[in-house]
């Protein structure tokens, strides 16, 4: 199960990054006009700081323009996964770049048809948009599971990449159903380490550890060492 995280922001990603289970990146054009930066240049961070898969979306809406800027953008760095549109120019892009050896993620993809189609054409990851299917009155999470069980029927190798995740229990049910990844925005991915039994578990062992005696460990754990190593010599 790989976790990615579904920002542009660099601040973010550095301190997933220094969590030390953070193992890629997806971007949108959305999530760039959110930092107003250089679209390049923050690609260019980004991939520096994940040194993992990273999403970049191409924005041009013909095959042609597609393969152009994809191109263009698999040049800043190895980590870049060119994003495509789910379109009928996006998969025909999608198939030349997988035959370039390009990464590819098509994105937007709301339906099991949608998702065939992206394997079909040699997409590295396909993005099922989890939260925009629930908002719409729909089962993301069924979505999900049906894309899951086809690709398995049918060993596809394109990796399910579990999106537009809104909370927690999201995570939960994608990694429940067997999804190679699932990307989240920050706030998300930050609360997957809470829980209020560790919060209260970690005050009763501080409060108890008071009373245990001596300096601390790192004072009593050095005089064990040097008493220890005196008795030695
Ligand atoms: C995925 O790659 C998309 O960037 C993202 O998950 C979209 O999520 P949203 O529906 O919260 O915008």
Redesign the pocket.
């Known amino acids: 199960m790989k976790l990615f995280i579904?920002t542009a922001n660099l601040d973010h990603i550095r301190e997933a990054a220094s969590w030390g289970i953070l193992d890629g990146c997806?971007?949108?054009p959305?999530?760039m006009a959110k930092e107003g930066r250089d679209f390049a240049e923050t690609i260019a961070e980004i991939c520096d700081i994940v040194q993992g898969p990273v999403?970049a979306e191409v924005v041009a809406q013909d095959t042609e323009g597609m393969l152009r800027e994809a191109r263009l953008v698999r040049q800043i760095s190895e980590h870049v996964v060119v994003?495509l549109p789910m379109s009928w120019a996006g998969i025909a892009a999608c198939r030349v770049l997988s035959d370039e050896d390009t990464r590819t993620?098509v994105?937007l993809v709301f339906s099991v048809n949608q998702a065939i189609l992206a394997a079909k054409a040699g997409a590295t990851y396909v993005?099922p948009?989890i939260?925009?299917i629930d908002d719409q009155g729909n089962d993301g999470m069924g979505v999900l599971s049906d894309i899951i069980t086809t690709f398995n029927n049918y060993y596809f190798e394109t990796e399910v990449?579990a999106?537009?995740?809104?909370h927690q229990s999201h995570v939960l049910d994608a990694v429940r159903l067997g999804s190679h990844v699932a990307?989240m925005?920050y706030t998300v991915m930050k609360k997957m380490i809470q829980h209020p039994l560790t919060d209260k578990g970690n005050e009763g062992f501080l409060r108890d550890w008071a009373t245990v005696p001596g300096d601390g460990i790192e004072a009593t754990v050095n005089e064990f060492l040097s008493r220890r190593d005196k008795a030695a010599s």
């Open positions: 579904d997806t971007t949108n959305s999530l999403s994003k993620n994105t993005s948009f939260g925009r990449l999106a537009s995740i809104r990307t925005p």
